[in-house]
């Protein structure tokens, strides 16, 4: 585990907020050298706290209006592969995200869509087919705020 300073956390926090800051504008905001400010991103990204970078899009924007997530339960354990029915959900492009969780379901799915017919369309045509597939449980994003993490 990587020692963070002040500085440190105000670069996290900063790019958290506008992933695509450059070390000239991260120096400039907090006092610091662009090559100094260039050398604190680079032991950041070593040390694995910076990952990657990742792009937000706006996806009503885009035409989709609906994000729907959903508790899949799988129909039987053993009988079905894991990484079968992961490989097959993945490759459905409305689903945003695929979380293994434990407890009441088995996965938890982020599922774009343009509205609730084009939804109920994924669900059936998509998701419901799916290898091993048992219970669903959908819940329909109302709102969505982003809080920053603990740093």
């Given at each position: 585990?990587?020692?963070?300073?002040?500085?440190?956390?105000?670069?996290?926090?900063?790019?958290?907020?506008?992933?695509?800051?450059?070390?000239?504008?991260?120096?400039?905001?907090?006092?610091?050298?662009?090559?100094?400010?260039?050398?604190?991103?680079?032991?950041l990204?070593?040390?694995?706290?910076?990952?990657g970078?990742?792009?937000?899009?706006?996806?009503?924007?885009?035409?989709?209006?609906?994000?729907?997530?959903?508790?899949?339960?799988?129909?039987?354990?053993?009988?079905?592969?894991l990484?079968?029915?992961?490989?097959?959900?993945?490759?459905?492009?409305?689903?945003?995200?695929?979380?293994?969780?434990?407890?009441?379901?088995?996965?938890?799915?982020?599922v774009?869509?343009?509205?609730?017919?084009?939804?109920?369309?994924?669900?059936?045509?998509?998701?419901?087919?799916?290898?091993?597939?048992?219970?669903?449980?959908?819940?329909?994003?109302?709102?969505?705020?982003?809080?920053?993490?603990?740093?």
């Open positions: 585990m990587i020692t963070l300073d002040s500085t440190d956390r105000a670069f996290l926090r900063a790019l958290t907020e506008e992933g695509g800051l450059s070390a000239g504008v991260l120096g400039r905001r907090f006092g610091l050298s662009q090559p100094a400010a260039w050398r604190r991103l680079k032991r990204r070593e040390a694995g706290v910076l990952a970078a990742r792009l937000d899009l706006d996806r009503e924007a885009l035409g989709f209006g609906v994000t729907v997530f959903l508790g899949v339960k799988l129909a039987a354990k053993g009988r079905v592969s990484e079968d029915f992961e490989r097959a959900v993945c490759a459905i492009p409305e689903v945003q995200t695929v979380e293994h969780v434990l407890g009441l379901y088995d996965y938890r799915l982020r774009v869509a343009r509205d609730l017919p084009d939804f109920e369309r994924v669900l059936r045509r998509r998701i419901m087919t799916l290898p091993g597939i048992g219970g669903v449980e959908a819940n329909v994003l109302l709102s969505e705020e982003r809080r920053p993490g603990p740093i």
